[in-house]
């Protein structure tokens, strides 16, 4: 999951990007509401974590702009103002939940999920291919019956490419929905996680379930082949 976190108090930025990083989600920050307009433009964000009172344009306007463009990313609008008339203001404008700070972290990360099943109805709860579980939000993979322990980014990468499951998705599209944007290093590090991936769920099972789509990237099969 690719979240973009839009929040002007530098050190909230940091304990939001570190909290939600932590969770195995790739965060990217940016501090006004025109940075976080044209961020959102440029990537198809999974979610939106935007403050209100934000310099430039506010978190009204910034909402409101997302929406006139066509970018129905769930929004959580957050905020330090505690009133009717303000959450309605922002739910008129097009966020989909409202939390009002201070804020519990884990209520935070709750909601954030929630937003994502509602606002992307196309996402069950629990992602099934083949004989394949990935369920993001208890963060539990298992083939069968047999749980398979996974690191953080391993489970980014395995998920991405379940929710696309039978479809062929290329390394940059991998690296722009796992990986934030302070990683500078090789498209190649994909391949690093598909090796990885394939030990841990393939492999010992005597599955062939993760296939390299030569000269584009990789799929995973819905019917994975039993390797001989």
């Known amino acids: 999951m690719r979240v973009l976190v839009v929040e002007d108090d530098w050190r909230m930025a940091e304990l939001l990007r570190r909290g939600l990083a932590g969770e195995g989600w790739a965060v990217d920050v940016v501090h006004d509401g025109l940075s976080g307009v044209e961020r959102a433009g440029e990537h198809p964000y999974d979610a939106i974590v935007l403050d209100l009172?934000?310099?430039?344009?506010?978190?009204?306007?910034?909402?409101?702009?997302?929406?006139e463009a066509g970018i129905w990313a769930p929004v959580l609008m957050l905020t330090a103002m505690d009133g009717e008339y303000d959450e309605a203001e922002g739910l008129d404008v097009g966020a989909d939940d409202y939390v009002t700070k201070p804020f519990s972290?884990?209520?935070?990360l709750a909601r954030l999920r929630a937003l994502m099943?509602?606002?992307q109805p196309q996402r069950p709860a629990v992602l099934?291919?083949?004989?394949l579980e990935v369920d993001p939000a208890a963060r539990h993979c298992r083939r069968g019956t047999v749980p398979v322990a996974?690191?953080?980014?391993?489970?980014?990468?395995?998920?991405?490419?379940a929710r696309r499951g039978g479809q062929t998705v290329t390394k940059t599209e991998i690296l722009e929905h796992v990986w934030d944007d302070r990683f500078d290093g090789d498209v190649n590090v994909v391949e690093v996680y598909v090796s990885a991936l394939r030990r841990k769920i393939d492999t010992p099972f005597g599955r062939r379930s993760i296939r390299t789509v030569r000269g584009i990237g990789y799929r995973l099969d819905v019917a994975p082949v039993t390797a001989c």
Not at 128 to 131: E, F, I, K, S, Y
Not at 153 to 161: D, I, N, P, W
Request: charged fraction near 20%; proline fraction near 3%; include cysteine.
């Open 53 to 67: 009172m934000l310099p430039g344009l506010n978190g009204y306007g910034a909402c409101g702009w997302l929406r």
């Open 105 to 108: 972290f884990v209520t935070l």
């Open 117 to 119: 099943r509602r606002g």
């Open 128 to 131: 099934r291919v083949g004989d």
């Open 150 to 161: 996974l690191t953080a980014r391993e489970f980014a990468v395995l998920e991405y490419l």
